[in-house]
């Protein structure tokens, strides 16, 4: 018999808005935002703060938390982090995220390592409640967890919600400056490259790195065809499967070396030799198989 547990959790489920009209525009492209965001951004934050996340599928992500102050303060993390994130993108291709945080009773399958359970289900009809860019919690999160002095609870009243009962009584997490804001703002500037750019044929292609996150990374970050190996992933059959690896050099200077790919990567029309690493300015034009990408700092 597969083994569960019942326990008080805090559950924040996030889904994107406005998923299958991105996907018609930019297939590709929104997948690959898509992973760089969840394994740059959202993987980061919900393990730093301690908590789980369970699985993400498509885009839902779902996420939990031993503390429903942690589950709150990951959720703004996230919006202020996925604000700076889109700043390199034209409105229509943002990804905009609806979270919802609630506090209640879940089951726990330890054989398939998921939850389920009224505390999932409200979790997901808060975030429906949600508006794009922006986090709304239950009453029992508000009553439990409390808000640092920039950001406030903001009453959003009764609800009805699909296949629930009784009323939801929300509250939307928005800053002090406007009990008007949807978009979540940034507390503290990072800084973040931008690489945009299309391949012969035309498509586009870009991804975004945060400084910090960056420096973080001894390793550095991985760029590739192969979702499975690589950290930022170019859909794109001239891209080998491990093309080059970004890093941080001395004095935060942006540096790529290429790692054996098949097709080369050149910095403003000069190759790379294999295994050597060269300094990567902003302005530069960086070639990696067919695809072309500026990078750009900010």
Known sequence: MARSERRLSAILHADLAGFVRLVESEEDLTFEHLRSARDLIWRPAIETAGGKLIHSTGDSMLAEFSSAAAAVQVAIDIQERMARFNEGFDEERRLMFRVGV???????????????????????????????????????????????????????????????????????????????????????LRKIFHFHGVDPGGR?????????????????????????????????????????????????????????????????????????TRPLEPGSMLKLGDIELVVRYD
């Open 204 to 276: 586009k292609f870009g991804f975004g790195v945060e400084v910090d996150d960056l420096v973080k990374r001894e390793a550095g970050l991985l760029i590739g065809r192969d979702s499975t190996q690589c950290d930022l992933v170019l859909l794109n059959e001239s891209v080998s499967r491990r093309h080059a690896r970004l890093s941080m050099g001395l004095n935060n200077t942006l540096q790529i070396e290429d790692v054996g790919s098949t097709n080369g990567t050149a910095i403003n029309g000069t190759p790379i030799a294999p295994g050597l």
């Open 102 to 188: 609630h506090l209640g009773e879940i089951i726990v399958d330890e054989v398939d390592h998921d939850i389920f359970g009224d505390g999932v289900n409200l979790a997901e009809r808060i975030q429906v409640l949600a508006e794009p860019g922006g986090i709304a919690v239950s009453r029992a999160v508000r009553d439990v967890a409390k808000l640092h002095d920039d950001y406030a609870y903001v009453d959003g009243g009764e609800h009805r919600a699909k296949h629930v009962s009784r009323p939801l009584h929300i509250y939307r997490v928005r800053t002090r400056m406007t009990a008007a804001t949807v978009q979540i703002q940034p507390t503290a």
